[in-house]
């Protein structure tokens, strides 16, 4: 079973940055496209970003883009958030999930809850204006 691990929230002030990270376990990590949602109070849960097994597909939410960066170390079996130039609309839970895709196909169709298969327990980011 696969089991994914969150670390890395926390409060921060309007302009600053976080990093998100999260650990994979129970299967191979390699063979998984990885994305991260975020949820709001009161909102359903949002695509943020998703990268391929490889890295080499890479996919950001409007919203994030150019602020956010995804990225991933199969030799630690972990996907990386690197959250830039935050704003108080960024405050959300922050989950990490799973996709059983070895075909590294693009992720740019990978944006609903509904095509992700494991789901972690989320990290609460915080950021105050």
């Known amino acids: 079973q696969v089991r994914l691990v969150e670390s890395g929230g926390g409060l921060v002030q309007a302009g600053g940055s976080l990093r998100l990270s999260c650990v994979f376990s129970?299967?191979?990590?390699?063979?998984?496209?990885m994305g991260w949602f975020r949820q709001a109070p009161g909102k359903e849960r949002e695509f943020a970003a998703a990268?391929?097994?490889?890295?080499?597909?890479?996919y950001y939410a409007n919203s994030v883009k150019g602020r956010f960066t995804i990225s991933r170390d199969n030799a630690k079996n972990m996907v990386i958030l690197q959250m830039n130039s935050l704003r108080p609309e960024d405050t959300a839970v922050y989950y990490c999930?799973?996709?059983?895709?070895?075909?590294?196909?693009?992720?740019?169709?990978?944006?609903?809850?509904?095509?992700?298969?494991?789901w972690g327990q989320g990290a609460q980011v915080t950021v105050s204006s």
């Open positions: 990268i391929s097994w490889s890295g080499g597909s890479i």
């Open positions: 129970g299967r191979t990590f390699s063979a998984y496209a």
């Open positions: 999930a799973a996709d059983f895709d070895p075909s590294d196909v693009g992720v740019e169709k990978k944006l609903t809850v509904d095509e992700y298969d494991y």
